[in-house]
């Protein structure tokens, strides 16, 4: 088999593999202000979701919108106030078929001392 075809079943993660997406989880405060939204399990706002970062709010304000983005936060928004949630369903569906293509293409060892 040539090395062409051997690369066929990995083709899919080249679409899932979006650097865009894994920059914009890349940043420590952008994965805390992630935390904190999905702990809270209801929409919050901009000022709600500052209290778990150390910057100022429009810092939180750009990680929001960069986390928004790339799908991974919804906004809505009420009145003056922008309310953020979680999009998990898209989120876990993404990182399920990352998963799900990984595994088709390199199979796990057995053996996980080896590394």
Same mark, same amino acid.
């Given at each position: 088999?040539?090395?062409?075809?051997?690369?066929?079943?990995?083709?899919?993660?080249?679409?899932?593999?979006?650097?865009?997406?894994?920059?914009?989880?890349?940043?420590?405060?952008?994965? +805390?202000?992630?935390?904190?939204?999905?702990?809270?399990?209801?929409?919050?706002? &901009? +000022?709600?979701?500052?209290? =778990? =970062?150390? &910057?100022?709010?429009? &810092?939180?304000?750009?990680?929001?919108?960069?986390?928004?983005? &790339?799908?991974?936060?919804?906004?809505?928004?009420?009145?003056?106030?922008? #309310? #953020?949630?979680? =999009? +998990?369903?898209?989120?876990?569906?993404?990182? !399920? !078929?990352?998963?799900?293509?990984?595994? +088709?293409?390199?199979?796990?060892?057995?053996?996980?001392? !080896? #590394?």
């Amino acid at each position: 088999m040539d090395k062409l075809n051997e690369n066929d079943c990995c083709s899919g993660l080249e679409g899932l593999l979006l650097p865009r997406m894994f920059k914009a989880l890349g940043d420590p405060n952008r994965v +805390s202000i992630l935390i904190r939204l999905a702990e809270c399990c209801v929409p919050c706002s &901009v +000022s709600e979701v500052a209290e =778990c =970062c150390p &910057v100022d709010l429009s &810092v939180v304000s750009r990680h929001l919108a960069i986390l928004r983005e &790339v799908g991974i936060l919804e906004a809505q928004k009420r009145g003056k106030e922008v #309310y #953020y949630t979680v =999009c +998990s369903r898209t989120l876990v569906d993404t990182l !399920r !078929r990352i998963a799900d293509a990984l595994e +088709s293409c390199c199979p796990m060892d057995e053996n996980p001392e !080896r #590394y």
